[in-house]
């Protein structure tokens, strides 16, 4: 049966920043990021021939209306059961909203035991069909998008061991799994969980917004092979992809890092705090 859970509803605004066209925004801070250095066997670009994504080629990709300014972002937990997990949830979708300014909703869970047999590999969720069978028709026409959030292990068919997350650049659709973060139940394992969570959602929802793998920085739109790979990334968004990003919405650049200080002050992510107030002050 249907978990049912009330839903829940996250809303917040962005601080607005220094105005400056998006273009200078981004030669600042350039300087302020690494740059990727060669892949190494194992690692995503060493195994995945991927080309980036010019401004122009995102423009023409994204499958989001920039004067869509009500859309509702849902998140629809599966086979979530725990008080923990529904936190790690709530957490996330605070995350989002704060960054993006938009209205998050979650939905009631959706208990995998409703799924027919061929939704499993064992114990693993096939991504696919789900995204395909129970994400997809959920979809508000003028959402900005819906993603599924599980605690089960996904992978998305024949040939693949797992995945983190997916999504589909064209439908706003989208699905992530926190199986292989770890435990959580000290506040230091919670925190490690909670940061790859959002790492994994923020890659997998910018995906959904139309952006393809950042090639150039290190940024939390890197492809990534393991936990460790992943691990090593940022869960900060590059400059590049920020200006892909301000094309929808507007000035986001500017708004980005005080909104995402505001965040990580709140959670206590030292690192990521430092590094939004160093641009903040650079762009001072």
């Known amino acids: 049966m249907i978990l049912l859970l009330p839903v829940l509803y996250f809303t917040a605004g962005c601080s607005n920043h220094q105005n400056q066209p998006a273009e200078s925004l981004t030669t600042q801070l350039a300087g302020l990021y690494d740059t990727l250095s060669a892949p190494q066997p194992g690692?995503?670009?060493?195994?995945?021939?991927?080309l980036g994504q010019t401004l122009e080629e995102f423009r023409e990709d994204t499958p989001i209306d920039s004067n869509n300014a009500d859309a509702t972002f849902y998140i629809l937990p599966i086979d979530i059961i725990?008080?923990?997990?529904?936190?790690?949830?709530?957490?996330?979708?605070?995350?989002?909203?704060?960054?993006f300014g938009y209205e998050v909703t979650v939905l009631p869970s959706i208990n995998a035991?409703?799924?027919?047999?061929?939704?499993?590999?064992?114990?693993?969720?096939?991504?696919?069909?789900l995204l395909d069978e129970i994400?997809?028709?959920?979809?508000?026409?003028?959402?900005?998008?819906?993603?599924g959030l599980t605690q089960r292990d996904i992978y998305p068919g024949d040939g693949w061991n797992f995945v983190f997350g997916q999504a589909n650049t064209k439908e706003k659709i989208g699905i992530t799994s926190f199986a292989r973060y770890g435990n959580y139940d000290t506040d230091s394992a919670r925190q490690l969980v909670l940061n790859r969570l959002i790492k994994t959602t923020t890659h997998?929802?910018?995906?959904?917004?139309?952006?393809?793998?950042?090639?150039?920085?290190?940024?939390?739109l890197n492809g990534s092979n393991s936990l460790e790979e992943s691990d090593k990334k940022p869960s900060i968004i590059c400059p590049e992809c920020l200006a892909k990003l301000d094309i929808i919405f507007p000035a986001f650049t500017e708004k980005y890092f005080p909104a995402?200080?505001?965040?990580?002050?709140?959670?206590?992510?030292?690192?990521?705090?430092?590094?939004?107030?160093?641009?903040i002050n650079e762009l001072n």
């Open 43 to 50: 690692e995503w670009l060493y195994e995945q021939q991927e």
């Open 260 to 279: 995402s200080l505001q965040f990580y002050q709140k959670y206590q992510f030292k690192e990521e705090q430092e590094f939004c107030e160093r641009v």
């Open 135 to 147: 994400i997809r028709p959920l979809l508000e026409k003028d959402a900005l998008g819906i993603m």
């Open 204 to 220: 997998e929802f910018l995906h959904m917004l139309g952006l393809q793998h950042c090639i150039q920085f290190a940024c939390v």
């Open 113 to 129: 035991q409703l799924f027919p047999p061929h939704y499993f590999r064992d114990e693993q969720l096939n991504s696919q069909l």
């Open 82 to 99: 725990h008080e923990e997990e529904f936190s790690l949830i709530a957490d996330v979708a605070t995350y989002l909203t704060t960054i």
